[in-house]
């Protein structure tokens, strides 16, 4: 059997605590290791943002450092786990440390993680912007945002509502004065 060192990454606290997605990713990587004959002899997270560097992820760091030491790869379960952004995948790859990415396959060519990790760049622009128009809208409503903007929304003057005066009094509009 070969060794080799995992490497898992939730992105909040509440992933952390839950415990979902490392269980999730535990799962995936543990297949793949016994289809592929590796040996799991450690393993390291993070409860951190894939934006943050390497210096800000001690489990990274010492997964690395550790597989650096054994001289085996660290795998983990999809590349997004490591990170979201081509520049930190490349200079992971610049390390010289072989990392497998289970979803893709332990044959993966460093051209493929290039694609792969420019996808999940993409990936990442479209959620963002997709969580802030969600965002966005919700707080126009008022029913999502921090008090100062549910406060600003509030002290908007209120939209005024007008219906048809009865014709016995005189046949204009009134204010419903909401």
């Known amino acids: 059997m070969k060794n080799a060192i995992v490497y898992r990454r939730v992105s909040t606290s509440e992933q952390g605590k839950s415990g979902l997605g490392l269980e999730a990713q535990t799962e ?12 799991i002899i450690g393993e390291y997270e993070d409860i951190a943002s894939g934006k943050l560097a390497l ?27 490591l990170s979201r952004d081509v520049a930190f995948i490349s200079s992971l790859m610049a390390r ?8 893709l396959g332990v044959d993966t060519d460093p051209f493929v993680l290039h694609l792969y990790a420019a996808l999940s760049e993409k990936e ?18 008022g029913k999502l945002g921090n008090h100062t903007n549910l406060k600003r929304l509030k002290r908007r003057a209120p939209p005024v509502m007008w219906r048809p005066r009865p014709s016995s009094l005189g046949g204009s509009w009134e204010s419903l004065g909401t």
């Open 96 to 103: 010289g440390v072989p990392f497998i990415v289970a979803e």
């Open 55 to 81: 210096e800000d992820r001690p489990g990274l760091a010492t997964a690395l450092a550790t597989a650096r030491a054994l001289r085996c790869p660290v795998i983990v379960s999809k590349l997004d786990r």
């Open 124 to 141: 990442r622009r479209l959620i963002s912007q997709r969580t802030k128009a969600a965002l966005a809208s919700k707080v126009g409503t």
């Open 28 to 39: 995936a990587v543990q297949r793949f290791c016994a289809a592929e004959g590796f040996q």
